[in-house]
């Protein structure tokens, strides 16, 4: 491999649909976006699931002996597994042998091998994971966190997830000025519990970034926030809960769409609102969650993930290298450093 472009590791042996699956998509990424693909994994598995002759440019194939299941305990099993896939790409970030890692394997053996290897950027007490959400204002896609890396979380991990999420947002996201919002069940500032409250004061006090109070649960897809955070208890469940809502009602369209041949013809010429529609609600297209506040750029997929997953995951991380997302937080050294309670 040669010395310029993006190099993305990815772990091949993580995912339901592993290796096939992130090897189709890491293909498709490496043709249309020119990124350098670090396949990680067993050797023999990962060329069976590639296509005959492929071509090796800016291709690498490196070798993994163990893989961590869905089911084991994830930081013993990232302990105990020094060798396993996640681990060895991990490792070739921290080297500076790879820009960026994926993994759509499991997510907890994935922050636990980032933690351990990369370390949590200067003045970050815990990392978030943050994904993605379309809104009813087309092309402006809401940012939530945490949805899974932390189920409790004090006052100023919320404040740390707002500054980093407002400069992911700002700089992959393309928003200018992001608005930030505190999930709360209420917008008045005496709603919420202890931990929301004390929260909402220290995020209103922060000049680093362009509060404007609570969001409720109907605000999460208004389009009037750029960034929600939460703990990641709330924000696994509405990750959940939305991806849900959004195959149910994918599922409907289908369903209710006229039969017959009148149907069918009326389904032709609605091909392609449906299809922008799918692209605007199916988790597929925004591909992966990011996981902020690592010494590193790490995306965590679905364990579902297939190929047009992989590839909407691979741009992220390819984005996020581009826009030195990690050097951008990093220089926010002292922004970062908050007082203790």
Do not use: W
Not at 67 to 84: F, G, H, S, Y
Not at 92 to 99: N, P, S, Y
Not at 288 to 299: K, R
Request: charged fraction near 25%; include cysteine; hydrophobic fraction near 45%.
């Amino acid at each position: 491999m040669g010395s310029t472009g993006v190099r993305i590791a990815i772990d091949a042996m993580g995912g339901d649909h592993a290796p096939k699956e992130i090897v189709a998509g890491a293909l498709r990424a490496r043709e249309e976006l020119g990124v350098k693909i670090l396949l990680v994994g067993d050797p023999q598995k990962i060329e069976a699931a590639m296509p005959p002759k492929t071509n090796m440019v800016d291709l690498e194939i490196v070798s993994a002996e163990e893989a961590i299941a869905m089911d084991e305990e994830p930081l013993n099993a990232v302990r105990r597994k020094r060798k396993a896939s996640i681990n060895v790409a991990m490792d070739l970030v921290k080297k500076q042998q790879a820009d960026a890692v994926f993994s759509a394997g499991h997510s907890g053996a994935a922050m636990a091998s980032a933690l351990l290897r990369l370390g949590r950027l200067p003045g970050i007490d815990r990392p978030a994971i943050g994904t993605v959400f379309p809104t009813i204002k087309a092309g402006k896609p809401v940012l939530i966190l945490d949805v899974g890396a932390n189920v409790d979380c004090r006052p100023k991990f919320l404040e740390q997830f707002a500054v980093m999420g407002s400069i992911y947002s700002q700089y992959v996201l393309g928003t200018e000025e992001p608005k930030i919002g505190l999930l709360n069940i209420g917008e008045e500032d005496t709603k919420g519990n202890e931990v929301v409250l004390r929260a909402h004061q220290m995020l209103k006090e922060n000049t680093q970034i362009n509060f404007t109070g609570n969001a409720e649960g109907r605000d999460i897809l208004s389009g009037e926030f750029d960034v929600i955070v939460c703990d990641g208890f709330v924000g696994n469940v509405v990750l959940k809960f939305a991806e849900a809502v959004g195959g149910v009602i994918l599922q409907i369209l289908r369903e209710e769409l006229p039969q017959g041949l009148h149907g069918q013809i009326g389904t032709a010429i609605l091909k392609p609102n449906l299809k922008r529609v799918k692209q605007r609600m199916d988790h597929a297209e925004h591909g992966g969650a990011l996981l902020l506040g690592v010494d590193g750029i790490c995306f965590i997929g679905h364990g579902s993930s297939q190929a047009p997953s992989i590839f909407s995951a691979i741009r992220m991380a390819k984005e996020a290298v581009d826009n030195q997302v990690l050097q951008r937080l990093q220089s926010q050294y002292q922004i970062l450093q908050s007082e203790s309670d």
